[in-house]
């Protein structure tokens, strides 16, 4: 059974930084790419940061590029969301999310796993 897990969300003032961490189980985990997306409340999901098998490659969204930054740890069965310089517009339930290593896309409808999300607030 597959099974990943968001931890480290928070409330934050604006301007401040948390790291989202999602750790998986029952999957070869270097076998997927990873991906983040969040959805804020009355809007649809969207993709945030995604990360190659080896973690060579990331991508971002347009506007999240230079605040963000994704990374891994293939040891730890671990993938991470740096998240500095937080807006209230960043208030969001984060999600992390698997694919195999062929696919590494940004549409969510990609993606085979799902953690069930960490709710970020960013306080203005």
């Known amino acids: 059974q597959v099974q990943l897990v968001e931890s480290g969300g928070g409330l934050v003032q604006a301007g401040g930084s948390l790291r989202l961490s999602c750790t998986a189980s029952g999957l070869t985990f270097s076998n997927y790419a990873m991906g983040w997306f969040r959805q804020a409340p009355g809007k649809e999901r969207e993709f945030v940061a995604r990360i190659n098998w080896s973690g060579s490659r990331t991508y971002y969204a347009d506007s999240l590029r230079g605040r963000f930054t994704i990374s891994r740890d293939n040891a730890k069965n671990t993938v991470y969301l740096q998240m500095n310089s937080l807006k209230p517009e960043d208030t969001a339930i984060y999600y992390c999310?698997?694919?195999?290593?062929?696919?590494?896309?940004?549409?969510?409808?990609?993606?085979?796993?799902w953690g069930q999300g960490t709710q970020v607030t960013v306080s203005s």
């Open positions: 999310a698997a694919t195999p290593a062929y696919r590494s896309s940004s549409d969510d409808r990609e993606y085979d796993y």
